[in-house]
């Protein structure tokens, strides 16, 4: 140590500060040059102009859908009504899979290519570490969302006409109260699918391999979808993590009924601040050595 330098109290070398170390900015910026990034923005562009051309080419027909509202019979009626249908159709499994994507690769990732104790020894305070990285994928989940549905509005709306949205019940909503709504779902939405994210983020704590956490997260949630179906469960499937998945299609209701909405926003939210309690207890214990 030259004279120059000094030791701080606590043992770090002076002008060390924390918050300065794995910027936010600088973490987004290397994340969204990764190709599995780039990959899944480009599946959010391409969906929606999948399923126009599959809705204009009249390949679907009756579509399986859940007791809440059937919104397929009115996706050609708007782009409006072509955005819910969008999110309707991707909320059970593409959107679970984005999630889980982006926050189960946080940490196992840096794990699995050997520069996580790299990261740590900068050094990076190891809570900080996750913060930023839970951050990060929180955006990247949500840009995606965003990203899906703006297109769908859009390629929407130059295919089937900027009008407003008519629900199956007979409901007529106009074009700024349903973008109003829809902006509602999309909030309802991006609290909803942090189940799913943070416990990937959770799993990606405890394996090396991002794949077991993307992996494991998915079957989860599949598993506790197969089990909703099981009717002599009774009240049970209430507590599940994808109870009221569909919630946000009570907004398209005139009065809306905010009771589900209400309960799937608490649980949900019970459920991510759980997992990542989870995720960061076991990193602060975690004996890294990759």
């Known amino acids: 140590m030259t004279a120059t330098e000094h030791v701080q109290p606590t043992g770090a070398v002076a002008g060390y500060?924390?918050?300065?170390?794995?910027?936010?900015?600088?973490?987004?910026?290397?994340?969204?040059?990764?190709?599995?990034?780039?990959?899944?923005?480009?599946l959010m562009v391409a969906l929606p102009l999948v399923l126009i051309a599959a809705l204009q080419l009249g390949a679907s027909e009756e579509a399986r859908t859940n007791s809440r509202i059937n919104l397929v019979d009115v996706a050609t009626a708007s782009g409006l009504n072509f955005t819910l249908f969008v999110l309707f159709a991707t909320t059970s499994f593409f959107l679970v899979v984005v999630y889980a994507l982006f926050f189960g690769d946080t940490v196992a990732s840096e794990a699995q290519w050997g520069s996580l104790r790299y990261t740590l020894a900068t050094p990076v305070p190891r809570s900080r570490l996750l913060r930023q990285k839970f951050a990060a994928a929180l955006v990247l989940s949500v840009s995606a969302l965003l990203t899906l549905a703006s297109v769908a509005v859009v390629a929407g709306g130059i295919a089937f006409g900027f009008a407003e949205i008519q629900t199956p019940i007979g409901v007529t909503l106009s074009q700024g109260e349903g973008l109003l709504?829809?902006?509602?779902?999309?909030?309802?939405?991006?609290?909803?699918?942090?189940?799913?994210?943070?416990?990937?983020?959770?799993?990606?704590?405890?394996?090396?391999?991002?794949?077991a956490a993307v992996g494991g997260a998915v079957f989860t949630v599949f598993v506790f979808a197969i089990l909703d179906q099981v009717e002599q469960l009774g009240s049970i499937r209430d507590w599940f993590p994808t109870a009221e998945e569909f919630a946000w299609t009570d907004l398209l209701q005139t009065p809306v009924d905010s009771s589900d909405l209400f309960r799937g926003v608490v649980q949900s939210l019970v459920y991510a601040a759980v997992f990542t309690a989870l995720g960061f207890r076991h990193f602060s214990r975690r004996d890294v050595t990759s």
């Open 17 to 42: 500060r924390p918050e300065r170390t794995l910027r936010l900015g600088v973490e987004l910026r290397r994340q969204f040059k990764r190709r599995r990034t780039i990959g899944v923005f480009a």
């Open 181 to 211: 709504r829809l902006a509602g779902m999309l909030g309802y939405l991006a609290v909803h699918l942090l189940v799913v994210g943070t416990l990937a983020f959770w799993l990606s704590t405890v394996t090396d391999a991002p794949l």
